[in-house]
């Protein structure tokens, strides 16, 4: 059991610098073209992103998770091998045939082509969906973090040197395609497995009766990530959904990272702990993982005027608003990350269907009018507004259903949300002091550490006494499973 701890502990520690550094990276580059490219480009990009998220999510359908989840997967390989294959391909045909279709319907006629070149990524994801599976399933996160490492620097360096041709957003699309194609061989090679095709009518109904909801649910995921953007480019065109796009991707910042880990691990450690242990790992986990996001949201929303000007520059401070509204909707998010692997080990895909399709209904509703009324502001009010009113407590709701003690879950959030809010207050506290952006951002962001820092000591070091105690019990007395939340 303590080699069952260590992998879990390593492929946390693995996923965390992994995210960290490509994060770090990917900041630099988003930057870089800040700095390139307009508003206008971004706005166009945006809009084939969301195409491309779409069809990804369609190409998926549960199969990586039924991997994942699986006791024994050897014998589902070769049929989710034939339907990620089969799948990606007819879906990157039919979005390349109907490419200018799609980008106008998404309200953006030029993004066109990099609909067109994104939608290979398509076949591509589908023909990975093995390999990757298998690297979740083992805790491979150390060849995941080199594989990664990989298709970020292909990827930065064919869209670099491509806008440095005059290629413009198409660069963006075709560095990602060459990307994603180096990962797939370094996945199969990581791996240790070959392709092998083939289609098990008797397995079959299983996976998909698995992989529909979550196919579905993942589906609507895309309608909650992807409706604002389609309504802003709509509503008010591409150059403020080019603002909005930046506001959402520095609001993803340190969430993306964080939420990238929880997905890497969650599913496969929930997956193997026993009923009893169950809701006790997803409490411990969830504080975890909220304090990490939380207070990181709240000092974005604090000094979002200073981390626009100072790193993107003044062209872009009209997205600094957005990012006030947005950093706390990024670090909500990481709770749903969690809970939805959580369900989704307890085989209750339909449950997380229903709640994300209860997310898109009012969350469409409020972005009209929303958006209407406030442009990029009011799309940000309306995906805090939707997250506190009414997801979290459709998931309180399911996971009461579930049998966890939902209780127990807000204890562990309670303290870190406590200085978490305390941070900010010193944050807005220090920047009304001092004069200048650059000065505000550097003295104001070390005080939040700082403080929080010094209030999450004492938080951090019972949980660290808590690992090393199970530690040192003996075998019979420590948990079934492994316990990540006594990590941190």
Not at 252 to 258: E, G, H, K, Q
Request: glycine share 10%; net charge positive.
């Amino acid at each position: 059991m303590m080699t069952a701890r260590r992998s879990v502990a390593a492929a946390a520690g693995w996923s965390g610098m992994s995210n960290i550094v490509l994060r770090l990276g990917g900041v630099v580059v988003g930057v870089i073209l800040a700095r390139i490219l307009t508003p206008e480009e971004f706005g166009i990009y945006a809009v084939a992103l969301a195409a491309q998220a779409v069809l990804l999510t369609l190409v998926d359908l549960g199969l990586s998770a039924e991997i994942v989840r699986s006791e024994d997967p050897e014998p589902k390989i070769p049929t989710i091998a034939t339907l990620g294959l089969v799948l990606g391909a007819a879906i990157t045909t039919c979005a390349i045939v109907w490419a200018t279709q799609i980008a106008e319907l998404l309200g953006s006629a030029d993004a066109a082509p990099a609909i067109a070149v994104l939608a290979v990524t398509v076949v591509l994801g589908g023909a990975g969906v093995v390999p990757y599976a298998l690297l979740m399933r083992r805790f491979q996160q150390r060849e995941l973090f080199v594989i990664s490492a990989v298709d970020f620097v292909v990827s930065t360096a064919v869209t670099l040197v491509l806008i440095g041709l005059g290629w413009g957003v198409v660069s963006l699309a075709v560095g990602r395609v060459s990307a994603q194609a180096v990962s797939l061989v370094l996945q199969f090679v990581a791996a240790k497995v070959r392709p092998r095709f083939g289609l098990d009518l008797t397995l079959l109904r299983p996976i998909v009766a698995f992989g529909v909801p979550v196919a579905l649910a993942n589906l609507v995921a895309w309608l909650l990530l992807g409706a604002d953007k389609v309504v802003l480019s709509t509503v008010v065109g591409v150059t403020a959904l080019g603002f909005y796009t930046l506001a959402f991707n520095v609001s993803n910042w340190p969430m993306s990272a964080l939420s990238q880990m929880v997905r890497s691990i969650s599913l496969p450690l929930f997956s193997g702990a026993s009923k009893e242990h169950a809701d006790d790992m997803l409490a411990r986990v969830t504080g975890i993982a909220w304090a990490g996001a939380f207070p990181a949201g709240v000092v974005l929303a604090v000094l979002s005027e200073q981390v626009i000007g100072v790193v993107y520059g003044e062209k872009w401070l009209p997205a600094a608003p957005a990012l006030a509204a947005l950093g706390a909707f990024g670090a909500i998010r990481v709770l749903f990350d969690v809970a939805t692997g959580f369900l989704y080990s307890r085989g209750r895909s339909g449950l997380v269907f229903w709640i994300q399709c209860a997310w898109a209904i009012a969350l469409i509703s409020a972005l009209i009018p929303a958006t209407h009324f406030f442009g990029i502001v009011g799309a940000g009010l309306s995906q805090i507004g939707v997250a506190v009113l009414v997801v979290l407590p459709a998931f309180a709701v399911v996971l009461r259903m579930a049998r966890v003690r939902v209780g127990a879950v807000l204890r562990e959030m309670a303290w870190p949300t406590a200085a978490a809010l305390a941070t900010g207050g010193v944050a807005a506290g220090v920047g009304l002091l001092v004069d200048g952006p650059l000065i505000e951002l550097l003295s104001a962001g070390a005080s939040a550490v700082l403080v929080y820092l010094a209030l999450m000591w004492r938080w951090g070091k019972r949980r660290l006494r808590g690992l090393r105690t199970s530690q040192t019990q003996p075998a019979s007395e420590r948990d079934a499973v492994p316990e990540l939340g006594r990590v941190g």
